[in-house]
């Protein structure tokens, strides 16, 4: 069985098709409708969409029996989980206190500009989401600035600009 998500207006909101089977495999199976493990169950459907469908969060509150505002508190209330789909590529500048002083904030707005979005947005073709957050754990090779899940110690403006040229040429 598949479904539309997206029952929303923004422009920017592409439409996501549910797999329902692949959802009963993570909720069923996996945790075994256990309602306990339901932010673990959040955990895996954001891995599969990159953030969590309001279908598949109404899934998951039909199946496990709890509120769909609980669900959504529990969204809400931890900054890892996103209601909002993300872009292609997710990359996070980190502005903790070292990458600060070393100048991330200046990288953070040469994005913004570049790409034409405000941190936590994503650009309207879905290929970039930015992200701020703070401290990597790498502040002895700050500043840093990761996409996805790779690292790119002592980053520069030249370095964001690599990264952006070769997106641009996608
Ligand atoms: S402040 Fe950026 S890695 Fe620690």
């Given at each position: 069985m598949s479904g539309t998500a997206c029952q929303c207006q923004e422009i920017e909101c592409a439409e996501v098709e549910i797999d329902y089977t692949l959802l009963d495999k993570i909720i069923r199976d996996d945790y075994g409708g256990n309602r306990e493990a339901m932010?673990?169950?959040?955990q895996a459907?954001?891995?599969v969409?990159?953030?969590l469908p309001e279908a598949a969060v109404k899934y998951l509150s039909q199946v496990i029996e709890v509120p769909l505002t609980k669900i959504y508190e529990v969204a809400t209330f931890y900054a890892s989980f996103s209601l909002e789909p993300?872009?292609?590529?997710?990359?996070?500048?980190c502005t903790g206190t070292a990458c600060h002083l070393?100048?991330?904030g200046g990288m953070v707005e040469h994005i913004s500009k570049r790409m034409g979005i405000a941190p936590g947005k994503t650009t309207a073709?879905?290929?970039l989401t930015l992200e701020t957050v703070n401290c990597v754990g790498a502040c002895?090779?700050?500043?840093?600035?990761?996409?996805?899940?790779k690292y790119y110690p002592k980053a520069d403006i030249a370095?964001?600009?690599d990264f952006m040229d070769r997106l641009d040429a996608e």
């Open positions: 932010i673990m169950m959040m459907i954001q891995r969409y990159r953030f993300k872009g292609k590529y997710i990359l996070s500048v070393r100048g991330s073709d879905m290929k002895a090779v700050a500043p840093v600035v990761v996409v996805d899940e370095t964001l600009n």
